[in-house]
């Protein structure tokens, strides 16, 4: 029954979180403003809220009856290898690392990283059915796997071309040209968006989907607000960029 509740609650936030994002931009980075409380350095901000994440489904894997699965382990290399680059990596090399992050931030972020990793570990690695080994070849964990890969590789190279240009910025942001930055403002966004669709189809489950929508629901008004903050700032922003979606949005 827990199980089922938080699944729905994974649901909910999202469409909670979907549309509170698009009135109210969440407080850090270039929409960090006074008023929401104690922060903290950003880098430090990043590595306690997405701990949990990289640890939680790693604990319910050796908790779980999946141990010797070879998709099981499959799975857990793919969450752990985004995890550990997003947990102990990618906070440092953050250009604005230094900068403030809002301590109610975090709060949110630790009690969804803890639902989200509980309920992906505990099916993937409790209650599921055993994924028999010729899931490896299964089109659904081919076209995901696949997906899941190229999101992240958008996702790092994205991340990668904003830290080399906020090095050569005075105030830390000019326009972005290189990469996907030639037809999005966030690829950095819709490569995140395309990895957790790609895990959805490739674990082909329920909290997969979960994750899948809530992604989309946080990363999506963000595009969006960076995209009317990148149009409001410099007046030379290439005018065809779309916000999130290549030709489309």
């Known amino acids: 029954m827990l199980y089922g509740i938080l699944l729905v609650v994974l649901f909910a936030f999202a469409a909670i979180v979907y549309f509170s994002l698009l009135l109210i931009p969440a407080p850090y980075g270039r929409h960090l403003r006074k008023g929401w409380g104690y922060t903290v350095k950003a880098k430090h901000g990043w590595l306690i809220m997405e701990f949990p994440a990289f640890s939680v489904i790693i604990i319910l894997f050796f908790l779980g009856n999946k141990r010797t699965s070879i998709v099981a382990i499959t799975f857990l290399l793919m969450w752990s290898v985004h995890y550990f680059q997003r947990t102990f990596i990618f906070p440092f090399l953050m250009k604005g690392g230094y900068k403030k992050f809002p301590v109610i931030l975090i709060v949110f972020a630790l009690g969804f990283n803890i639902i989200n990793g509980y309920v992906n570990g505990k099916y993937l690695f409790y209650l599921a059915p055993v994924y028999p080994i010729s ?12 997906l899941f890969i190229s999101g992240m590789a958008i996702n790092l190279h994205s991340d990668h071309i904003l830290r080399r240009l906020r090095n050569s910025s005075k105030d830390g942001y000019s326009i972005p040209r ?27 489950s329920i ?42 949005k």
């Open 207 to 248: 909290p997969g989907l979960a994750f899948a929508v809530f992604t989309f629901a946080n990363l999506a008004p963000r595009a969006f607000t960076n995209h009317k903050w990148y149009r409001e700032n410099f007046p030379d922003y290439p005018g065809k960029r779309k916000a999130l979606i290549p030709f489309i």
């Open 135 to 146: 899931w490896l070849y299964d089109p659904r964990f081919i076209i995901g796997t696949s």
């Open 178 to 204: 290189r990469g996907l930055f030639k037809y999005i403002s966030c690829p950095n966004y819709f490569g995140e968006i395309i990895e957790w669709t790609g895990w959805a189809v490739a674990t082909w």
